[in-house]
């Protein structure tokens, strides 16, 4: 039986604030345009991937492996952010 | 100096102008067998074959140990949900640093929050694009005589990959460049 190890209180609110800002600046950098084109389940992992960051998570939603999904991110003008 | 090369690190490298630097800042770079998988661009594979080919990068012989600690890992850091998706790829990146006393070159932000807290791992030295650019300038390796050099650098970087750098990180190196050119 392993203990699970759980961050500070402190930092989580720390990775909050940066990952609310992040969340924005992908948002608002995102083509949009482009985005609402793509077929539904390119378009929700494009989302996800906005709103979460999570390139693991979004590319298994678009059925990609993270360097796939990665060419699309480029072409939806999504940064991804560290 | 020996570098782990993870998957969210490479795919974006592999597409910047001046991915050479890399090869010249590490003697050796290991990467683990399921971080290739996950490969399909041909800028990545491109990459990747061409390291192979200069025998700077190397594949980590993973062993039955390494999997007993990936596993313990796993489920110390499984169930956090400020910490974005921890894959088997990444967390066997981060092992393989430890256990290599090597530098861990990840853009995983997941990565980044387990050394933080993670008292066996904490000690790990995690760098992003940005600190490798930053140290490529102290190596020599590029060369800048200002902090607009450094920053249209960084920028380029930002541009071939569209990656973006937390402005805060950015403003850091900056001024550590600028102590370093007023040496």
Redesign the interface.
């Known amino acids: 039986m392993v203990n699970e190890i759980r961050p500070p209180k402190e930092l989580i609110k720390k990775w909050e604030e940066e990952d609310e800002e992040a969340r924005k600046t992908r948002k608002s950098m995102a083509n949009w345009n482009f985005i609402n084109k793509q077929p539904p389940r390119i378009k929700l992992a494009l989302i996800v991937y906005i709103e979460t960051g999570d390139i693991y998570k979004a590319a298994r939603i678009a059925e990609l492996t993270v360097d796939e999904f990665n060419e699309i991110r480029i072409k939806a003008n999504i940064p991804s952010i560290t | 100096m020996i570098g782990v090369i993870d ?2 690190f490479l ?2 490298w592999s597409r910047f102008r001046r991915r050479e630097i890399l090869e010249k800042l590490f003697n050796v770079l290991l990467i683990h067998e399921e971080v290739l ?5 041909e800028s ?1 594979i491109g990459y990747v074959s061409e390291l192979f080919t200069k025998g700077v990068l190397r594949l980590y012989p993973w062993s039955n140990m390494d999997e007993k600690e990936f ?2 890992l796993r ?6 949900s ?4 921890l ?1 088997r790829p990444d967390l066997l990146c981060l092992i393989i640093a430890y256990n290599s006393d090597a530098v861990l070159l990840s ?1 995983n ?1 997941g990565i ?2 387990v050394v ?4 066996r791992y904490s000690h790990v030295e995690v760098w ?3 600190d490798v650019i930053e140290q490529s300038v102290y190596k020599g390796l590029i060369k800048v005589d200002s902090e607009e050099d450094f920053l249209s650098i960084v920028k380029e970087y ?1 541009l071939d ?6 402005k805060n ?1 950015v403003r850091s190196a900056i001024e550590r460049v600028r102590e370093w050119l007023m040496r």
Do not use: G, M, W
């Open positions: 998957t969210c795919i974006d998988r996950q490969i399909r661009s990545a596993i313990i489920s110390q850091v499984s169930s956090n400020r910490i974005p998706s894959e853009e932000v980044h929050r933080q807290y993670h008292p992003i694009a940005l930002e990959t569209h990656h973006s750098f937390r990180k």
